[in-house]
Nanobody, 124 residues
Framework: VQLQASGGGLVQAGGSLRLSCSTS????????MGWFRQAPGKERGAVIV????????YAADAVKGRFTASRDNAKNTVYLQMNSLKPEDTAVYYC??????????????????WGQGTQVTVSS
């Protein structure tokens, strides 16, 4: 399974961005999808996890009320809508996928497949 993340960029604080993660995998509609981020000097952490049917399983406290995820299984694409962006949201954002949740949904090791990352920079 190859994942391709896109949509990152430079935005001012208070602005919005929508990230996309697409794949050609035939199993996409069965995949749990996660968005993770890694800021400079920090460990990568989970942002949002979404079920195959589109239910949000997890959202980090830092993004609740500002970020949401959705998916279009017909287009093999998952989205991360980021609103009210803050400078502390600056990070490389990764999408990840797994067929089975073995372990905690916020652990990197739970996910078998990763996209290449897309940079999001929020200026103050």
């Amino acid at each position: 399974v190859q994942l391709q993340a896109s949509g990152g960029g430079l935005v001012q604080a208070g602005g919005s961005l929508r990230l996309s993660c697409s794949t050609s995998a035939r199993t996409f509609s069965s995949l749990f999808m996660g968005w993770f981020r890694q800021a400079p000097g920090k460990e990568r952490g989970a942002v949002i996890v979404i079920t195959p049917s589109g239910k949000i399983l997890y959202a980090a406290d830092a993004v609740k009320g500002r970020f949401t995820a959705s998916r279009d299984n017909a287009k093999n694409t998952v989205y991360l809508q980021m609103n009210s962006l803050k400078p502390e949201d600056t990070a490389v954002y990764y999408c990840a996928a797994t067929l089975l949740i073995i372990g905690h949904i916020t652990d990197d090791s739970t996910y078998n497949y990763w996209g290449q990352g897309t940079q999001v920079t929020v200026s103050s």
